[in-house]
């Protein structure tokens, strides 16, 4: 077979090289984006698992308001005093501790975001209510609390409110969608989302 042959044969196996290759690399990308949703589906189950763990008795705290008037002196009292009191073995019957234990998983799930392991929608489905009530008008004993104890979140609030403050710090992706969004909640009147008004140092 001379040279001429040998191109002419080469110039005929290219495009179908090409279109395998592209085929080839179409399964893979397929592969790897499932295997990507699968660990996804792991990290949440495992997150639902530690979420229901730790914030069996906080929860109730927050969302409901005649449990909330159990707990807001003492929120209340832990920031006039500068100082949280936990009590001793971290009893989850303890209603500060057991606030306490809902913002620490928030600080966790706000690494989460960081690294990217979920999407954020998925994030944001199943976790955003408990948080969002930062930004409720009855709610400002816990708002204090977390301006004062919790600086990790407490940026992650004030950043998510408003588009501009979220392309601004740019700490996540997807700036152009509030994480929490409250007024899926609640009426405009009962929430705020002013950043300076909820925490004037912003």
């Known amino acids: 077979m001379d040279l001429n042959s040998l191109r002419t044969l080469a110039e005929t196996l290219k495009p179908i090289l090409e279109c395998l290759a592209i085929i080839a690399g179409s399964f893979a990308l397929i592969k790897w984006l499932r ?68 913002l620490r ?10 690294a990217r392991q979920l999407p954020q929608r998925s994030l944001s489905t199943c976790y955003r209510f408990w948080l969002a009530h930062y930004y409720r008008n009855d709610r400002k004993d816990l708002r204090d609390y977390i301006n004062t104890f919790f600086p990790t979140i407490r940026k992650w609030l004030l950043t998510d409110c408003r588009c501009w403050t979220r392309f601004k710090r740019r700490a996540f ?23 300076q008004k909820l925490w004037p140092r912003f």
């Open 35 to 102: 295997e990507r949703n699968n660990r996804a589906t792991d990290v949440l189950l495992k997150l639902e698992e530690e979420f229901d763990k730790k914030c069996e008795h906080g929860r109730p705290l927050i969302e409901h308001d005649w449990k909330y008037d159990k707990v807001k002196e003492l929120l209340k009292s832990a920031v006039r005093e500068g100082r949280r009191s936990v009590s001793a073995g971290h009893d989850p019957q303890n209603l500060q501790t057991a606030v306490d234990n809902l």
């Open 105 to 114: 998983f928030y600080v966790v799930l706000c690494g989460v975001r960081q």
């Open 173 to 195: 992706s997807c700036w152009w969608s509030s994480f929490f969004k409250p007024e899926d909640f609640w009426e405009a009147d009962q929430i705020e989302r002013d950043p």
